[in-house]
């Protein structure tokens, strides 16, 4: 690595103080594998003199390192932020160390960009704990909000540069499915002798974590998912799930560590209890896309949210659900790996990073992916003509309902009325006027499950696969009196 700082040493009280603060929150995490943090212990050429005792914590985000090194008198001797070699040109100095030498001046009083615990990483003084946490990154870590969008805009120069964006992902139903051992039904006991080992997970899909109590199920085609997403996007998880499962189900997922990093957020690391939010994730909104398959989960960000359909592989997943319906496994069965839902997704985070850095640019701060997503998605259903029959409540208005809003997202046309124009009626029963004008003009008849898989595949289904009668099959009998 080049780094774009040089070493700025600090003798003081307070920065004595602080690195012993840090030394015993490296040792005492050191004893707790669900608060781990990846430690580097290099030493760098100009540094040969200092004392081979020397502690240096790095904590890697998308574009770049903050690192700080003690030596062995455990004196504060070196604050920088490092970038590869190939990502430091066009990209503006960001070192600390200036910072560092203004604190050490009794004349210049320091701005406290960030705390551990309750001492300012840069001067070592104690002050009030304020701004956001970064526990994930390491327990006790904090940055004023002015030092997270410095950041940030740090962060997303060296990402273009590497022509890449940020990519949030959920584990839950999303790339993964557990299931508590007790809740195992007798039909799902056969999956106990399928099990691959904990020891060398890289080409397994299903384990048993006895010491969770649980079983794990991976999606299929996530592994070729995620090795072809790590070379368009740096990579968080983000689960609801607490720190110590989402640890071990990136373990599964990323057994070499090489996608995810510390990267890891988990819900003891949100800031606001049951939602999850983008404050945590050190990347630039427009930057930033995300896939889960719980929209409610993102109050503040479904324009960068891509949804998925849920994964139920397991029982006690479809009757978290309330779904009447039997679980994969109960089936003996599973998605599709090259046409399946994590397939579909990739093509659509392809397109939008096409669509990001097409023409080659060098000044990208216009794009916004949240702008693009929705480009993307106007796609798919663009050239329908859209009719709903005895779909909507009679007091719901047709414009205002869930679905309706749905379909001209994809890129259709709604309308209350039937004319040439109308390509499909989307109804409930086929005894509807509608639907008879349908038939006899050889239009489209589908029911609403056509717009919901086109919504979570991000493409236009087939038809034939949608049709009344296969309603009928499932037992459906979610009709209500046509407006």
């Known amino acids: 690595k080049m780094s774009v700082a040089s070493d700025s040493p600090v003798h003081s009280s307070s920065s004595d103080d602080l690195a012993a603060f840090l030394e015993t929150e490296l040792d005492s995490d050191s004893d707790s594998s669900s608060e781990s943090f990846p430690i580097g212990q290099a030493q760098d050429d100009d540094d040969a003199q200092v004392s081979n005792h020397r502690t240096n914590f790095e904590f ?26 190939d990502e430091t040109e066009n990209v503006a100095s960001v070192t600390f160390s200036e910072e560092i030498s203004e604190a050490s001046s009794s004349k210049v009083p320091c701005e406290h960009p960030g705390t551990f615990g309750n001492m300012c990483f840069v001067c070592g003084q ?96 996530v592994h070729s998912f995620l090795k072809e997403a790590s070379t368009m996007f740096v990579m968080y998880i983000y689960t609801m799930g607490d720190r110590p499962y989402a640890r071990q189900m990136a373990k599964l997922l990323d ?6 990093g510390e990267r890891i957020i988990s819900r003891d690391d949100g800031t606001v209890k049951h939602q999850k939010s ?104 663009k050239g329908c003509k859209v009719v709903f029959s005895r779909v909507f409540p009679t007091k719901c208005q047709a414009e205002d309902h869930p679905l309706w809003r749905v379909a001209e997202g994809l890129g259709a046309t709604c309308a209350t009325e039937v004319d040439a124009s109308v390509t499909h009626v989307v109804a409930m029963d086929v005894g509807t006027e509608k639907v008879r004008w349908a038939i006899r003009e050889k239009k489209f008849v589908v029911h609403r499950g056509w717009i919901d898989a086109a919504n979570y595949l991000w493409k236009k289904q087939p038809e034939e696969n949608f049709g009344l009668e296969q309603l009928k099959k499932q037992g459906t009998d979610d009709v209500t009196v046509e407006k």
């Not at 890289?202 to 794990?216: A, D, P, Q, V, Y």
């Not at 057994?255 to 995810?260: A, D, Q, S, T, W």
């Open 126 to 221: 104690k002050v009030e704990v304020t701004g956001v946490s970064f526990g994930y990154i390491h327990k006790g870590f904090k940055l004023q909000q002015d030092e997270v969008t410095r950041l940030r805009d740090i962060d997303m120069k060296a990402l273009q540069s590497q022509r890449k964006l940020c990519l949030v992902l959920d584990l839950d139903h999303t790339l993964l499915n557990s299931t508590v051992l007790r809740d195992l039904k007798p039909e799902e006991e056969y999956l106990k002798s399928h099990t691959h080992s904990l020891q060398d997970v890289s080409g397994g899909h299903i384990f048993m974590l006895e010491f969770m109590h649980m079983m794990t199920k991976l999606r299929p085609f």
């Open 255 to 260: 057994p070499k560590g090489e996608y995810f």
């Open 60 to 85: 890697s985000f998308g574009g770049f390192s903050i690192v700080l090194a003690f030596d062995g008198t455990r004196t504060l001797k070196r604050q920088k932020l490092e970038y590869p070699e």
């Open 278 to 381: 983008l404050d945590v994730v050190l990347g630039q909104e427009k930057a930033v896309l995300i896939l889960d398959d719980t929209e409610n989960a993102w109050p503040g960000h479904k324009d960068n949210l891509i949804v998925i359909e849920r994964y139920h592989f397991f029982a006690s997943s479809c009757k978290q659900f309330d779904h009447r319906f039997q679980s994969l496994s109960q089936l003996k069965s599973d998605e599709s790996e090259p046409d399946g839902v994590l397939s579909a997704v990739l093509k659509v985070l392809k397109q939008t990073h096409s669509l990001f850095f097409q023409d080659g640019g060098e000044d990208l701060s216009s794009r916004d992916v949240r702008s693009l997503l929705k480009q993307v998605r106007k796609e798919i259903l």
